[in-house]
């Protein structure tokens, strides 16, 4: 069992940034370069949204092309950690956003949620003037 904990999201005004991380918790011996990291967002009233996905051992990221660009998401396995930087954050950006996990590669591009196994709980950013 893998548990995902996120964190850094807020309320902003169009154009500003923030960033989003995701620590991984597992079973005694857990790495997590045997995962790649999805992240997805889900706006009120809208379906869940694969936005980007990295695999196990970095790379360049799958990215969803309403983010491309202005989403970068990076991890340190070592520390068990991913994270995603939200630049020039635009209000259609509000949304719950979540990491999830799977093993072994990226699924899709851009990423399903259906192929992802554990997932946080969702951090909200609201873009908003």
């Known amino acids: 069992q893998v548990q995902l904990v996120e964190s850094g999201g807020g309320l902003v005004q169009p154009g500003r940034s923030l960033r989003l991380s995701c620590a991984a918790f597992?079973?005694?011996?857990?790495?997590?370069?045997?995962?790649?990291i999805g992240w997805f967002r889900q706006a009120p009233g809208k379906e869940r949204e694969g936005v980007l996905c990295i695999a196990p051992s970095g790379g360049v990221p799958t990215a969803a092309d309403s983010v491309k660009g202005r989403f970068i998401t990076s991890r340190d396995n070592a520390k068990n950690t991913a994270s995603l930087q939200l630049l020039s954050l635009k209000p259609g950006d509000t949304a719950v956003y979540y990491c999830?996990?799977?093993?072994?590669?990226?699924?899709?591009?851009?990423?399903?949620?259906?192929?992802?196994?554990?997932w946080g709980r969702g951090t909200q950013v609201t873009v908003s003037s």
């Open positions: 597992s079973v005694s011996g857990f790495t997590l370069d045997g995962y790649a």
């Open positions: 999830a996990a799977r093993k072994n590669s990226c699924d899709y591009y851009p990423p399903s949620s259906a192929a992802y196994d554990y």
